[in-house]
């Protein structure tokens, strides 16, 4: 098993930048694949952006250009920048961990509890 513990969300004002972070433990051999995705209230749950172990990026067209996702593969950590915030990226954001790539599509194994992230206007 793989467990994901996120941090680093919080209130903001619209254009502010917050850096979340995931930390992993347990079989972290497992992750080749790690992910964030967000849910606003009233929508369905949404793919950020997902890093592959080599460093392979891909963030989706909503957030591309402003949010950025990194890794640090010797603490099994996963980081999620976020620049020029916006009232729209309100949502709970959740880590997420899988054995294949990293991409949008498919099943995510493992997911962390989530960070509120709010952004004023």
């Known amino acids: 098993q793989v467990q994901l513990v996120e941090s680093g969300g919080g209130l903001v004002q619209a254009g502010d930048s917050l850096r979340l972070s995931c930390a992993a433990s347990g079989r972290t051999f497992l992750m080749n694949a790690m992910g964030w995705f967000r849910q606003a209230p009233g929508k369905e749950r949404e793919f950020a952006a997902a890093?592959?172990?080599?460093?392979?990026?891909y963030h989706a067209s909503s957030v591309k250009g402003r949010f950025t996702i990194s890794r640090d593969n010797a603490k099994n950590t996963v980081y999620l920048q976020m620049n020029s915030l916006k009232p729209e990226d309100t949502a709970v954001y959740y880590c997420?961990?899988?054995?294949?790539?990293?991409?949008?599509?498919?099943?995510?194994?493992?997911w962390g509890q989530g960070t509120q992230v709010t952004v004023s206007a």
């Open positions: 890093i592959s172990r080599d460093g392979s990026a």
């Open positions: 997420a961990a899988r054995p294949g790539i990293a991409t949008a599509g498919g099943p995510y194994n493992y």
